[in-house]
Nanobody, 125 residues
Framework: QVQLVESGGGLVQFGGSLRLSCVVS????????VGWFRQAPGKEREFVAA????????NYADSVKGRFTISRDNAKNTVYLQMNSLKPEDTAVYYC??????????????????WGQGTQVTVSS
């Protein structure tokens, strides 16, 4: 059994920053990939960023490159998403996801088996 628990969402003004956290517990393997996705009202869930635990390689959506940074803390089994220069279009529910079967860092929702409950991020203009 795997549990993913997100935290750190909230309301922030245009240009502000937030840091999301995702604690991964339960069955874990070093080759896991942990990603962040987001879903705005009326839209499909979309990839934001992901990191391979072993080696630390990362992948970002074009819309967040240069503004968001994904990182991990091995000792705390936690993945972070530092979000800077936030825009109203970043408003969404942000989900943490993980999988142990991926050869690469997938951007597809269907490739991730485990999901957290989500945390709301709202950016006011």
């Amino acid at each position: 059994q795997v549990q993913l628990v997100e935290s750190g969402g909230g309301l922030v003004q245009f240009g502000g920053s937030l840091r999301l956290s995702c604690v991964v517990s339960g069955r874990t393997f070093s080759n896991r990939v942990v990603g962040w996705f987001r879903q705005a009202p009326g839209k499909e869930r979309e990839f934001v960023a992901a990191i391979r635990w072993s080696g630390g390689s990362t992948n970002y959506a074009d819309s967040v490159k240069g503004r968001f940074t994904i990182s991990r803390d091995n000792a705390k089994n936690t993945v972070y998403l530092q979000m800077n220069s936030l825009k109203p279009e970043d408003t969404a529910v942000y989900y943490c996801a993980a999988d142990w079967r991926l050869a690469g860092i997938s951007v597809e929702v269907y490739d991730y088996e485990y999901w957290g409950q989500g945390t709301q991020v709202t950016v006011s203009s």
